[in-house]
């Protein structure tokens, strides 16, 4: 069974500045899905960023951007130019590709404050 | 374009009774999924559903069940609830045509079991 760790339960970022959330997974699939999902008090949870494991390049997303090291089993999601907005829960998700993988397997999740 | 929206937002029941939890997907959207959020045990696949059918379900008992409309709208029902019940109730869609597709959330039912 595939398993998503996220080790970091809390982090805080001074407004403007660079924050990188670690995410790691267990899978013995060789294509499957990362993403990252944001979850505000309002609860919606929102898409932040995807990434296919059959491709090498890094997923950006205006200032999100992921840094994916298959080998290592190893997704983390750096924010850049942090903004108050962007305070939320982060959830790492794995999918696998193929067909009776469509669920998504979820971190515990990360706890991100934004400092003025 | 309108979003994944679930209904009730808040739900609360007692002990042994039922509880009917209702999502309507993304226009063009076949496949719906439900995942329980629970304090504590994160997020937790519940039922998925495509086409009309179950397609797969996570671990948890028969108590949970739903269906999907022919208008791809679904509902989850929670039989002689327990108080451990008690949870954020998402419900996400998707296109469910390549296996590219991406599942975006509804906001949710909050069920609270008294």
């Known amino acids: 069974a595939q398993t998503v760790t996220q080790s970091q339960p809390e982090m805080s970022v001074q407004e403007a500045e660079t924050v990188t959330l670690s995410c790691t997974y267990d899978?013995?699939?060789?294509?499957?899905?990362l993403f990252w999902y944001k979850q505000p008090p309002s609860r919606q949870m929102i898409l932040v960023i995807r990434q296919e494991a059959y491709k090498q390049q890094n997923a950006t997303e205006n200032r999100f951007s992921v840094n994916f090291q298959k080998a290592a089993k190893s997704f983390s999601l750096k924010i850049s130019d942090s903004q108050l907005g962007d305070a939320a829960m982060y959830f790492c998700?794995?999918?696998?590709?193929?067909?009776?993988?469509?669920?998504?397997?979820f971190g515990k999740g990360m706890k991100l404050t934004v400092n003025p | 374009e309108a979003g994944v929206t679930q209904s009730p937002t808040h739900l609360i029941k007692t002990r042994g009774q039922q509880a009917t939890l209702r999502c309507s997907p993304i226009s063009g959207h076949t496949s719906v999924y439900w995942y329980q959020q629970a304090l504590g045990l994160g997020l937790q696949f519940l039922l998925w559903?495509?086409?009309?059918?179950?397609?797969n379900r996570g671990n948890f008992p028969p108590r949970f069940s739903g269906r999907q409309f022919p208008n791809y709208s679904s509902e989850l029902n929670v039989n002689a609830l327990e108080l451990e019940d008690s949870a954020l109730y998402l419900c996400a869609s998707s296109t469910g045509t390549t296996d590219t597709d991406t599942q975006y959330f509804g906001p949710g039912t909050r069920l609270t079991v008294l």
């Open positions: 998700a794995y999918r696998g590709r193929w067909g009776g993988s469509e669920k998504l397997v």
């Open positions: 559903y495509d086409e009309g059918e179950e397609r």
């Open positions: 899978t013995s699939e060789s294509d499957y899905y």
